[in-house]
């Protein structure tokens, strides 16, 4: 089993910056793709970005490319989502999640663990 544990969420300015966490236990990320989802009220989980287990590989969804970068530490076991020049439209709640295949996938579906989400607030 593996645990995640996010955090870094918080209200922020329209413009502003934050920077997530998702801390791992229990199995190292290294083996495992990662991604970050959202999900804002009254609508369906959103692919934001993933990782996949080869270095280098990441991937967006087109509303973030450019203001958002996922990185990840495998010494520390711990994901991260910069996110810069925030919207109101990126309000929602930010969950981690690992992924068995390494790929790095779009697909909620295909994630395996999750953690309990930070909530994001951009005030406009």
């Known amino acids: 089993q593996m645990q995640l544990v996010e955090s870094g969420g918080g209200l922020v300015q329209d413009g502003g910056s934050l920077r997530l966490s998702c801390a791992a236990s229990g199995r190292t990320i290294s083996n495992y793709g990662m991604g970050w989802f959202r999900q804002a009220p009254g609508r369906e989980r959103e692919f934001v970005a993933a990782?996949?287990?080869?270095?280098?590989?990441?991937y967006y969804v087109d509303s973030v490319k450019g203001r958002f970068t996922i990185s990840r530490d495998n010494a520390k076991n711990t994901l991260y989502l910069q996110m810069n020049s925030l919207k109101p439209e990126d309000t929602a709640v930010y969950y981690c999640?690992?992924?068995?295949?390494?790929?790095?996938?779009?697909?909620?579906?295909?994630?395996?663990?999750w953690g309990q989400g930070t909530q994001v607030t951009v005030s406009s």
């Open positions: 999640a690992a992924q068995f295949s390494g790929r790095g996938s779009r697909a909620f579906s295909e994630y395996n663990y």
């Open positions: 990782s996949s287990w080869i270095a280098g590989r990441a």
